[in-house]
């Protein structure tokens, strides 16, 4: 079953803030979001991940709706080195059968 | 640390053949996992083990094979290999949350 939903692919100019979308509206309550991205025949990259606040770190922000059903991660100056496909993903935060990888969205940034 | 290592980085088997994909981690995970990714499709769960001595089938074992006699190593073994079996495959470790995936091997089963 998906958990996530995510648009295939966004363009993103150099420079500016890059919103990635993701809908979940099946979260259970103990279910964090995720966020992971892979850079060209690279192994995923961790980003961030949350559960209700709003988090930031050093590469990105992510906002969560108040219900929780949906996201966007926030890339502030999106480079052209993030050019990737940025994967949502929805799972307890312990337990290890639970990583489910969709394909998700595949971000150009155009210079 | 290097992290989660993957060795070798490309290999080509004849079908029926088989060998040995090895994985290695530093950073004292308990939780490791193989996953294989075929053209733009996401990653998909082959097996994973909690620790030294357990592991357990994930999404896509069918013609896998691994085994965990420490923290450390993780080798996923393929036993006759099939065309089906041409994929990337990556290695992961995490302790809470958190995975750290390898570079991947990039397999091809002519």
């Known amino acids: 079953d998906a958990k996530t939903t995510q648009p295939t692919s966004m363009d993103c100019a150099e420079g500016r803030a890059a919103n990635l979308p993701c809908n979940h509206s099946?979260?259970?309550?103990?279910?964090?979001v995720y966020w992971y991205r892979q850079i060209h025949s690279q192994g995923p990259q961790y980003i961030i991940h949350?559960?209700?606040n709003n988090e930031t770190n050093e590469m990105a922000s992510l906002i969560i709706t108040e219900d929780r059903k949906s996201s966007t991660l926030i890339l502030p100056h999106a480079t052209l080195r993030d050019t990737a496909v940025y994967y949502c993903?929805?799972?307890?935060?312990?337990?290890?059968?639970?990583?489910?990888f969709g394909t998700g969205t595949r971000l150009t940034v155009i210079p | 640390n290097a992290g989660v290592t993957q060795t070798p980085k490309f290999r080509i088997l004849k079908i029926g053949q088989s060998m040995t994909l090895q994985c290695a981690q530093d950073?004292?995970?308990?939780?490791m996992y193989w996953y294989r990714q075929d053209p733009g499709m996401g990653l998909k769960l082959i097996y994973y083990?909690?620790?030294?001595?357990?592991?357990d089938k994930g999404e896509v074992p069918n013609g896998y094979n691994v085994s965990r006699s420490t923290t450390e190593d993780f080798p996923l073994r393929l036993e006759l290999a099939a065309p089906s079996q041409t994929s990337v495959y990556f290695c992961?470790?995490?302790?809470?949350?958190?995975?750290?995936f390898g570079p991947g091997t990039r397999l091809t089963v002519l």
């Open positions: 992961a470790s995490s302790y809470e949350g958190e995975q750290f």
């Open positions: 950073m004292n995970h308990n939780y």
């Open positions: 993903i929805v799972r307890p935060l312990t337990g290890a059968n639970n990583l489910f």
């Open positions: 083990s909690v620790g030294a001595g357990i592991t």
């Open positions: 099946t979260i259970s309550g103990n279910e964090y």
């Open positions: 949350g559960l209700k």
